[in-house]
C-alpha cells in the first residue's frame, strides 16, 4: 500500500479522516445518516456520479435534462 492511499475517507498517510466526496455531497443534503431515505439518497448520488464519470463527455453539460434522464433510468 502506498503512502497516499486513501481508504473510506481516511488517510492513511496523514493518519486523519477526511471525508469522500460522497458524504460531503450528502452532508449539504437535508437527510441525516439516520433518515431512512438516506441510505437511498446516498446510493442514488453514487449512481449519478458514476454515470457522469462513465460517460466522459465533456460536451453534454450536467443540467436538469441530464438528471431527468438519469433518474429515468434508474427507475427502469
Known sequence: MSSETELEGYNVEEREYSPS???????????????????????GVSAFISNILENGSNNEP???LLVDRMIAELDS
Open 21 to 43: 466526496l460522497l458524504n460531503e455531497i450528502m452532508a449539504q443534503t437535508r437527510l441525516t445518516p439516520g433518515d431512512d431515505a438516506y441510505d437511498i439518497a446516498k446510493q
Open 62 to 64: 450536467i443540467n436538469k
